[in-house]
């Protein structure tokens, strides 16, 4: 085993649907596929330095397990989650967010003229917020 931190590490999270992107409703949603999407938030996260952990589930439980995975895990800096069908109904992934300690931020991509923005604010908050950190 290394002694070596591991590097700031975010996790990416869609919900339900979200790998029909690209095809369901385009004139809604756009042409960009979630595997365009998670390319360049992976990229916008690597010209961070930070690690991007990616995951789509369109099983609630799929995502509860997921979220409860990574308690603990020091490496993990941040969530970005967009929950998809699930943002108003799941009172469990909310639950299991807040039950990890982990800060998240949620994103939606319906709005046309924003559509990825939101991933990128938060994958640049986090960063911000981690700069700040270490320079305490």
């Given at each position: 085993m290394s002694d070596t931190p591991s590097r700031p590490t975010l996790l990416l999270i869609n919900g339900p649907n979200l790998n029909l992107?690209?095809?369901?409703?385009p004139q809604k949603y756009g042409k960009?596929?979630?595997?365009?999407?998670?390319?360049l938030?992976?990229?916008?996260?690597a010209s961070q330095d930070l690690?991007?952990?990616?995951?789509?589930?369109?099983?609630?439980g799929a995502?509860?397990?997921?979220?409860?995975?990574?308690?603990g895990n020091a490496a993990v800096k941040g969530v970005i989650i967009n929950a998809g069908a699930y943002t108003h109904t799941s009172v469990a992934i909310r639950d299991a967010l807040l039950g990890v300690n982990t800060p998240f931020?949620?994103?939606?991509?319906?709005?046309v003229h924003a559509r990825i923005q939101g991933y990128f604010a938060a994958v640049d908050f986090f960063a911000e917020k981690l700069k700040a950190e270490t320079n305490v």
């Amino acid at each position: 085993m290394s002694d070596t931190p591991s590097r700031p590490t975010l996790l990416l999270i869609n919900g339900p649907n979200l790998n029909l992107l690209g095809t369901r409703e385009p004139q809604k949603y756009g042409k960009t596929t979630l595997a365009d999407l998670e390319a360049l938030v992976e990229s916008r996260c690597a010209s961070q330095d930070l690690v991007l952990q990616k995951f789509q589930s369109n099983h609630e439980g799929a995502i509860l397990d997921f979220i409860h995975g990574f308690a603990g895990n020091a490496a993990v800096k941040g969530v970005i989650i967009n929950a998809g069908a699930y943002t108003h109904t799941s009172v469990a992934i909310r639950d299991a967010l807040l039950g990890v300690n982990t800060p998240f931020i949620e994103v939606h991509i319906t709005n046309v003229h924003a559509r990825i923005q939101g991933y990128f604010a938060a994958v640049d908050f986090f960063a911000e917020k981690l700069k700040a950190e270490t320079n305490v």
